[in-house]
Each structure stands twice: as C-alpha cells, then as structure tokens.
C-alpha cells in the first residue's frame, strides 16, 4: 500500500494545479484513500452520495489515467461514499459543510475566472459589460445583477470575475459566493439549531452576496421566504446582489411571484449559446495559456464545430485531449483527437451524410455531383473529390472502405491518401484551407 500512497500524493497535487483551489476544496479535498489488498485496485471515498456521483461523472476517467501514470499496474479506480469510518490513508481533515464565509473571511474565487480570461462577443456581451459595471466601485448602479443561461455558458465564471475584481477594488470589503442548494442547506442547518439570527447577519452584512444556480430552491418555500427577506435587505441598503439561474426570473418553476419579481426589477442579463466562431476564440483563449501544447488548426476547428452544447463541454473535451495527449505522449492529429473524443463528438455530431458532402462541394466547386465518382483525374475534379473524402473522414462516421464505395468503388488507400493530401494542403494552401472551413460550416448548419 506504501507505493499506493505515495501515488495518491502525487495525484492530489496534480489534481489542486489543474482545478483551480475552488473546486477542489470543494470536491476533490474531501477524497480518502481507503486500504484495499488489491494492488491492482484503488478505492477512494467520499462523505456523501452526491459528492461521490459529481466526482464519478467528472473525474473517474482522469483518476484511473492520473494513477496509471504513476503505477502501470492499477486497473481500476472505485470512487465510493463512505458511510462509517474506513481504514484510510494520507486523509486530509475534511473541510466544514458550510461554504459560506464569515463576513470576516474573504472567500477564496476560482483564479481560472477572471474578466481578462473571459471571452466576450455578442451573445455574451451585455452580461460581460453589466458584470464588469458591478464590481466597479461606488454605489452601484443596480442591484440585483441577474445573470440566466443555460448550464456551461459562463454565468460562474462571470460571478467569480465580479469576486476578484470588486474585492482588489475594495481591499476590506466582504463578499459571499454560494449556490441555492448550499443557501438551502445552510438556512435548513440554522433552522434545526434554532440559529437563524446568527445565518441572517452572516449573509446580510457582507457588501457583495453572489448566489449561483439558484433555480435549486424552486419549490422550497421557508427557503425562498428567506432569500426573498435577503433579497430586500440587499435592495434596501444599496448593496450589491447578483443572482445566477438557468432561466429567467419569471420562469422560474416553484418561484412565488413577489420574488421572481424583486429579482427582475434590477438589470436581467442573458448569455446565448456560443456560436462556432467564439467557440474557436475560446480554444484559442485556452491554448494561450498552454504555450508548450502544439495543437493543429484543424483539431481546435474539429472541437469547436463539433461541441456545440456548452462552453463547459467543450473546455472538457479540450482538457481531456491535452491530458491523453500529455499521459501517453502522443501528437495531437485529428486521427488521435477523434480516436480521444470518439463518443463526445458523435454525441454532439448532426447526422451528415456523404450524399450531402458531395452535393456541397459540387456545388462550391461548380462540378457535376457524377464527376466527384467518375475516372476523371483532372486537377479541377481530382482536388474538389479529395476534399470530399477528407470531409466525408472528418464528419461522418462511416468506415474507409464505405467512403471509397461511395467514391466510384474507389481502394480504402485511396481515401487515406486524400486524406493526407488535404491536410498536408491545408497548412500549404490558405485557398484550400478556406474552402474546407467553408464547406464545414455549410454542413454542419
């Protein structure tokens, strides 16, 4: 168990540098290493079910790579939730359940989540711009902020920017960040000990309060009667609130009407889903950062055309590649990319048809559909039918020797050399490189 350990060391560390001090304090720090005879088997435990099936979705994958890296020999990670006290190793004291500050504490924001990493275009825009005007100091020009997104468009990470810059403006201000779910938790903890005195002055003497996800205590009317008193006393006293949902106020499910109104009677901000080009500025963004990652144009264009439900999602699937990439010392190619993210990416893929890439390259081309399948070899013809076949590889799931039979019943080698040739071109050639991105966003809408 001795080399278990030591592995276990040096995995936590690598986990605290990748996710940021935030996060894992307040998923990964509560980890235990549990004693198992196994050596082919690591067990690892947490307090509660919740907090085992977050860190299961999240980082099973990466546990099981981060501790073969280190021992070969290790097949599985079991993340399990300790009910009664194991046999641990190396535990750290778990931290307290609340995460709600004392208003002499300055909480801890993501480092990761600052306005100068947040990448800003339209669909973001007037979020980013009423974000920014909140955390500027004097009295502020409206309050609450309310920011409603999808899950994974940036309403975190907008109100973790708010934390750092209003905190650097004002160095003895105070500040919460909490989520619905935790200001439940903490409200229906002081309830039972009869100490919701001491809850209420916590919260309503800080000078900035940010509450995430709070569609959470839909439904849970003590709770909103609470926050909707909090809400007041925020409004009343010209304090900064902002507020983070899924929704708008007034479609908030379970919400009583006084409140979804009190939270739209200051400034409602949406963020749209990101379009192709910001998701290509946000890998660019990302990869600033990692100077030493050498990741070819077309493999971000891949990610970024073909993640297209989240910014989350997607600087997943970024951050999954780059630690394959790292733990097995390949290259990043297109071929290592899709073979990585095989499953995300058909997820994610809108059903394209080889008829359907033919037709248009056919038609950016102006060359006859029956020609791209024809003997012809002439440059006109030969160039627009290797980029079909190079498409027809990046964006459907069919086999080489389909593509080839769909090609005039063409050898699969045939295939493989388009496909080389049109990438070797792409980095050659920026008319060819053009229209292949072209002729993507075209195809995938």
């Known amino acids: 168990m001795e080399a278990v350990t030591k592995a276990w ?12 001090q935030r996060l894992f304090d307040q998923w990964l720090k509560p980890v235990v290493l549990i004693e198992e005879k196994d050596s082919s088997t690591v067990r690892l435990g947490l307090p509660s079910a919740f907090m085992t099936q977050w860190v299961k979705n999240h980082y099973a994958e990466r546990l099981l790579l981060e501790f073969r890296a280190v021992l070969p020999a290790i097949r599985t990670v079991s993340i ?12 750290e004291p778990r931290p307290a ?12 924001f993501d480092p990761r ?5 947040f990448v800003v275009d339209a669909s973001n825009r007037v979020a980013f711009n009423a974000a920014m005007t909140v955390a500027e100091p004097g009295s502020p020009r409206f309050s609450p902020l309310y920011l409603h997104a999808s899950t994974g468009q940036g309403k975190t990470h907008l109100m973790h920017a708010i934390g750092h810059a209003f905190l650097a403006a004002n160095p003895h201000a105070t500040a919460i960040y909490s989520t619905g779910e935790r200001f439940m ?3 229906v903890q002081a309830l039972r000990n009869k100490d919701t005195h001491a809850f209420k002055t916590r919260l309503r003497s800080v000078d900035l309060l940010m509450i995430d996800d709070l569609q ?8 909103q009667e609470e926050f909707f008193h909090t809400v007041n006393e925020f409004m009343g006293s010209g304090k900064r609130l902002v507020v983070a949902a899924d929704r708008a106020p007034q479609a908030l499910e379970g919400f009583e009407t006084r409140l979804a109104g009190r939270l739209g009677s200051g400034l409602v901000a949406d963020i749209k889903p990101a379009e192709l080009e910001l998701r290509r500025a946000i890998i660019a963004r990302k990869l600033e950062d990692m100077p030493a990652v050498d990741m070819p144009a077309e493999v971000a264009d891949l990610l970024a055309a073909r993640i297209t439900s989240n910014v989350r999602e997607l600087e997943g699937a970024l951050n999954r590649l780059l630690a394959y990439a790292n733990l097995s010392n390949e290259t990043i190619t297109i071929d290592f990319a899709t073979t990585v993210l095989g ?12 008829d359907e890439i033919q037709r248009a390259v056919s038609a950016h081309f102006e060359v006859k559909q029956i020609d791209l399948i024809s003997e012809r070899r002439a440059v006109a013809i030969a160039r627009p039918r290797q980029i079909a076949m190079y498409l027809a590889k990046r964006l459907t799931t069919r086999s080489l020797p389909e593509i080839g039979r769909k090609f005039g019943n063409r050898d699969h080698s045939t295939v493989i050399h388009a496909v080389k040739r049109i990438e070797d071109l792409r980095g050659k050639d920026v008319e060819i490189d053009g229209a292949v991105r072209a002729l993507m966003r075209t195809l995938e809408g």
């Not at 359940?97 to 801890?108: C, D, L, Y």
């Open 216 to 223: 959470f205590i839909g439904g849970k009317d003590a709770t």
């Open 185 to 187: 938790f903490e409200f």
């Open 343 to 354: 499953e995300v990416l058909r997820s994610s893929q809108r059903r394209i048809t080889i």
């Open 113 to 117: 989540f600052t306005f100068d990493r």
């Open 97 to 108: 359940a609340a995460n709600i500050a004392t208003p002499a504490e300055r909480p801890s």
């Open 80 to 91: 399990e939730t300790v009910t009664e006290a194991p046999a641990v190793l190396k535990a």
């Open 9 to 20: 060391s040096h995995v936590r560390g690598n986990l605290r540098r990748s996710a940021g």
